[in-house]
């Protein structure tokens, strides 16, 4: 079992920027690959970003084209982290942030990739 608990939502303004950071625990030996969902109000969960959790030949971090630019994806094998730093945020931007592990895949997109997932964490962007 990997257990994943994120941290770093609030409410900003458009512009602004905000930090996510999940924390990993249990068996993330099993772990290959670690992402950020999203989900908006009355919408479907929607991928974010990916990065590989362990070292691979293939491609890096991976990104959703709305956030391509403006969100950065990185790791902290030594500290079981992931970390989503998010600028320019758009209003469009607001959902709730999932945390997601895969046991599977290194730098997978679709949800039923990820066998863990966090309680996920709020972020508002205001006008």
């Known amino acids: 079992q990997v257990h994943l608990v994120e941290s770093g939502g609030g409410m900003v303004r458009a512009g602004d920027s905000l930090s996510l950071t999940c924390t990993a625990s249990?068996?993330?030996?099993?772990?290959?690959?670690m992402a950020w969902f999203r989900q908006a109000p009355g919408k479907g969960r929607e991928f974010v970003a990916t990065?590989?959790?362990?070292?691979?030949?293939?491609?890096?971090?991976r990104y959703a084209d709305p956030v391509k630019g403006r969100f950065t994806i990185s790791k902290d094998n030594t500290k079981n982290t992931t970390t989503l730093e998010m600028n320019a945020l758009k209003p469009e931007d607001t959902a709730i942030y999932f945390c997601?592990?895969?046991?599977?895949?290194?730098?997978?997109?679709?949800?039923?990739?990820?066998?863990?997932w966090g309680q996920g964490t709020q972020v508002t962007v205001s006008t």
């Open positions: 997601a592990a895969s046991t599977s895949f290194f730098a997978a997109t679709l949800t039923s990739n990820y066998k863990y």
């Open positions: 249990g068996e993330t030996h099993t772990v290959r690959g």
């Open positions: 990065i590989p959790w362990r070292n691979w030949s293939g491609p890096g971090p």
